[in-house]
């Protein structure tokens, strides 16, 4: 079980990362924002803003579709909307409040709108590379309300105890980086936002 938070309760969300390497923030980003980030995504699909995505770091970096099958786009680009800034500025603010906690030193947030189309993947994998531990919390925001557990689509995390899979339908989950997991194949289009609390390079 993945303990639940609320995004303005810091302190229970600090406690479940110290204690359980996660946590789930089921009402973030609210319903209004959600409605207004899944419309700009809407919008950045139909003028084919998204691209492809890229697994490795440095020179292993490429595109491998049977390894990760999504296509992003930052949400920092100039072409995204009020919506995404916004939600960008949020993840800033919850940054600044769990470094006063957890010690981070995390100094900057990135994060990209992500659509996997059916049968798409992501394999297991860490968010934190072997020679960069830039990033230190890991965030995945839902853009599909109308979900249903049998569309798979899941996240399997990795932890202490067990793999636990999380439906992506609404709502927020945050894990530390270093975590093992991977996004299972889903039967239709799965959206969302993946974000990262980053210490900036050495």
Same mark, same amino acid.
């Given at each position: 079980?993945? %303990?639940?938070? @609320? ?18 923030? %089921?009402?973030? %980003?609210?319903?209004?924002? @959600?409605?207004?980030?899944?419309? &700009? ?7 084919? @803003? *998204?691209?492809?995505?890229?697994? !490795?770091? !440095? ?8 390894? =990760?099958? &999504? @296509? ?25 409040? *769990? ?13 990209? /709108?992500?659509? /996997? +189309? ?23 925001? /839902?853009?599909? +309300? &109308?979900?249903?557990?049998?569309? !798979? !689509?899941?996240?399997? *995390? ?10 992506? =339908? ?14 299972? +194949? ?14 900036? +390079?050495?």
């Amino acid at each position: 079980m993945i %303990p639940h938070a @609320a995004v303005h309760d810091v302190a229970t969300i600090a406690d479940a990362l110290r204690a359980r390497g996660a946590c789930r923030l %089921p009402d973030f %980003p609210d319903a209004a924002a @959600a409605r207004a980030l899944r419309e &700009d995504l809407d919008r950045l699909q139909a003028a084919g @803003a *998204l691209a492809s995505a890229a697994v !490795g770091h !440095g020179a292993s970096l490429g595109q491998r579709a049977e390894i =990760r099958g &999504d @296509a992003t786009l930052w949400l920092d680009d100039a072409r995204t909307g009020r919506a995404a800034a916004a939600f960008l500025a949020s993840l800033d603010g919850l940054r600044i409040e *769990l470094n006063r906690r957890l010690f981070l030193g995390a100094d900057e947030v990135e994060a990209h /709108y992500a659509a /996997y +189309p059916a049968g798409a993947r992501y394999a297991r994998h860490r968010d934190r590379f072997r020679d960069d531990d830039a990033r230190v919390i890991s965030f995945v925001s /839902y853009l599909n +309300p &109308d979900w249903r557990d049998d569309d !798979g !689509g899941a996240l399997r *995390l990795s932890l202490d105890d067990g793999d636990i899979d999380v439906v992506p =339908r609404t709502g927020s989950i945050c894990f530390l980086s270093e975590l093992e997991h991977e996004v299972l +194949p889903a039967t239709r289009e799965r959206r969302s936002i993946a974000a990262w609390m980053r210490r900036r +390079p050495r």
